[in-house]
């Protein structure tokens, strides 16, 4: 009798190797470690399991997860994936495949996140973006009233990209009440003490400004600017917050190429009245006008490495997507067709063709989860592919909003990158204030 047990235990354990050896058995080692699906959404795992094996794999769970025929009852319940799988509520859940209901062949962490529903953009908008401060974006040299040539703020040690905060205790701003305060100041007799920022340093610093003898001013030799603006595109808006995200990438200043600190901004309504097509080695650009007396209007609350968030005015339409549709989980996001909502003449709002050919979910790739590539015959002919104002475009597939547009490959123009909004609404917590989430 023993013998004919061990017997009988080694034919089992062959054939469990056997079976594991088979097409379907090793595509489990291929599904995912981890699932994130939204409330309401079907697990799909969908498999064939070896002839005489079916409904032989068990689900450990706990809840939010049910199946909507056959109910799952208790732990343990057998269950045939060929019916659909609901998740129901917000959690977390264990998904434990086991082959005759005691062999182990694949554990998955299941984590289900309330689904959030936004409308896409699409528009272009003016942006205005105010400093914390005054930019220095050069220096300034002054011939004194010996005709030496000088520079005072450059000799203090003042640097291209520092941020002018204040003088003498008063806050800068505008370039006027800069040129005001130096000469309040200067006639004193005295060097200024002036506060900067310096990437995430402060500094304080003594600059003894020069009487200019072209100017007859006084000044201490410095190129600055207290704003920058430029076009690009709406990405989002939450309908019922008024929320919305746009560009997908942080702005920088032009001239010094680093992030603007926060200040006072706003996006305004603009319309795209000409196109400088890309080509190889030198993107292209849409050329705007800003509509300051008419169209939408909204603030800037945060400039971020994903984009620019903040607050509408009032509601915008789309004709494209009049109501909200699922943001997508980085999972759901696969290589293939998609669409892009942007204006490329007025403000009309146009939808082209695209081929997501890349998809990077890795957290630390910043504004490039995607690589993308202009397929329209349309949009290849007016533009020669991703063009600067181009960036914030969301991007659908699958009736999904997965991201936006946001940088140009020079020397293919055709392709480019883009975020994912889910990477977009990790920096926009605000937004979630707004909506009154916990």
Same mark, same amino acid.
Request: hydrophobic share 40%; net charge neutral.
């Given at each position: 009798m023993t013998n004919n047990r061990s017997i009988i235990g080694l034919v089992l354990a062959a054939l469990v190797i056997l079976i594991s050896f088979t097409p379907q058995i090793r595509f489990f080692y291929t599904l995912p470690n981890s699932v994130k699906l939204g409330v309401g959404d079907t697990l799909n795992l969908e498999f064939k399991l070896p002839m005489g094996f079916d409904n032989k794999i068990v689900l450990e769970y706990v809840p939010p997860v049910q199946q909507t025929t056959n109910s799952v009852k208790a732990s343990g319940t057998i269950i045939n994936f060929a019916s659909p799988v609901v998740v129901t509520t917000p959690g977390e859940a264990n998904i434990k495949l086991k082959l005759f209901g005691i062999i182990p062949i694949k554990n998955i962490e299941l984590n289900v996140l309330p689904r959030t529903k936004l409308i896409p953009g699409g528009h272009a908008i003016g942006i205005l973006l105010k400093t914390d401060g005054i930019i220095v974006v050069g220096y300034s040299p002054i011939e004194d009233q010996n005709g030496l040539i000088c520079s005072p703020?450059? #000799?203090? !040690?003042?640097?291209?990209?520092? =941020? $002018?905060?204040?003088?003498?205790?008063?806050?800068?701003?505008?370039?006027?009440? #800069?040129?005001? /305060? $130096?000469?309040?100041?200067?006639?004193?007799? &005295?060097? /200024?003490?002036?506060? =900067?920022?310096?990437?995430?340093? &402060?500094?304080?610093?003594?600059?003894?400004?020069?009487?200019?003898?072209?100017?007859?001013?006084?000044?201490?030799?410095?190129?600055?600017? +207290?704003?920058?603006? !430029?076009?690009?595109?709406?990405? @989002?808006?939450?309908?019922?917050?008024?929320?919305?995200?746009?560009?997908?990438?942080? =702005?920088?200043?032009? +001239?010094?190429?680093? *992030?603007?600190? &926060?200040?006072?901004?706003?996006?305004?309504?603009?319309?795209?009245?000409?196109? *400088?097509?890309?080509?190889? !080695?030198?993107?292209?650009?849409? =050329?705007?006008?800003?509509?300051?007396? *008419?169209?939408?209007?909204?603030?800037?609350?945060?400039?971020?490495?994903?984009?620019? @968030?903040?607050? /509408?005015?009032?509601?915008?339409i789309n004709k494209f997507y009049q109501s909200p549709i699922p943001v997508a989980f980085s999972e759901e996001v696969v290589i293939g067709p998609a669409t892009i909502l942007t204006v490329i003449e007025e403000n009309e709002i146009e939808e082209f063709d695209i081929e997501i050919i890349k998809t990077n979910v890795l957290k630390g790739t910043n504004s490039r989860n995607l690589m993308i590539k202009i397929t329209d015959p349309k949009l290849l002919e007016l533009t020669g592919g991703i063009i600067q104002g181009m960036s914030g475009s969301p991007i659908i597939q699958n009736g999904l909003l997965i991201g936006a547009v946001t940088h140009v490959l020079v020397n293919d123009p055709t392709k480019g990158y883009g975020v994912l909004a889910e990477t977009m609404l990790s920096e926009a917590d605000f937004f979630y204030e707004e909506k009154g989430a916990a």
């Amino acid at each position: 009798m023993t013998n004919n047990r061990s017997i009988i235990g080694l034919v089992l354990a062959a054939l469990v190797i056997l079976i594991s050896f088979t097409p379907q058995i090793r595509f489990f080692y291929t599904l995912p470690n981890s699932v994130k699906l939204g409330v309401g959404d079907t697990l799909n795992l969908e498999f064939k399991l070896p002839m005489g094996f079916d409904n032989k794999i068990v689900l450990e769970y706990v809840p939010p997860v049910q199946q909507t025929t056959n109910s799952v009852k208790a732990s343990g319940t057998i269950i045939n994936f060929a019916s659909p799988v609901v998740v129901t509520t917000p959690g977390e859940a264990n998904i434990k495949l086991k082959l005759f209901g005691i062999i182990p062949i694949k554990n998955i962490e299941l984590n289900v996140l309330p689904r959030t529903k936004l409308i896409p953009g699409g528009h272009a908008i003016g942006i205005l973006l105010k400093t914390d401060g005054i930019i220095v974006v050069g220096y300034s040299p002054i011939e004194d009233q010996n005709g030496l040539i000088c520079s005072p703020a450059q #000799t203090a !040690g003042i640097e291209v990209g520092d =941020i $002018i905060q204040s003088i003498e205790g008063i806050a800068l701003t505008s370039d006027e009440n #800069t040129s005001a /305060l $130096i000469e309040k100041f200067a006639k004193k007799g &005295k060097p /200024l003490n002036l506060k =900067i920022k310096r990437g995430n340093n &402060k500094l304080n610093i003594k600059v003894n400004p020069v009487y200019c003898k072209n100017t007859n001013k006084y000044r201490i030799g410095l190129y600055i600017r +207290d704003s920058t603006a !430029g076009v690009g595109t709406l990405t @989002f808006f939450d309908p019922e917050s008024l929320a919305y995200g746009a560009l997908g990438h942080v =702005i920088n200043d032009i +001239d010094i190429n680093m *992030q603007i600190a &926060k200040g006072e901004g706003k996006i305004i309504d603009a319309r795209i009245k000409g196109i *400088q097509q890309a080509i190889k !080695g030198q993107p292209g650009e849409k =050329i705007g006008s800003f509509q300051s007396n *008419q169209g939408f209007f909204g603030d800037i609350h945060k400039n971020t490495n994903y984009g620019i @968030f903040g607050i /509408l005015n009032f509601n915008l339409i789309n004709k494209f997507y009049q109501s909200p549709i699922p943001v997508a989980f980085s999972e759901e996001v696969v290589i293939g067709p998609a669409t892009i909502l942007t204006v490329i003449e007025e403000n009309e709002i146009e939808e082209f063709d695209i081929e997501i050919i890349k998809t990077n979910v890795l957290k630390g790739t910043n504004s490039r989860n995607l690589m993308i590539k202009i397929t329209d015959p349309k949009l290849l002919e007016l533009t020669g592919g991703i063009i600067q104002g181009m960036s914030g475009s969301p991007i659908i597939q699958n009736g999904l909003l997965i991201g936006a547009v946001t940088h140009v490959l020079v020397n293919d123009p055709t392709k480019g990158y883009g975020v994912l909004a889910e990477t977009m609404l990790s920096e926009a917590d605000f937004f979630y204030e707004e909506k009154g989430a916990a």
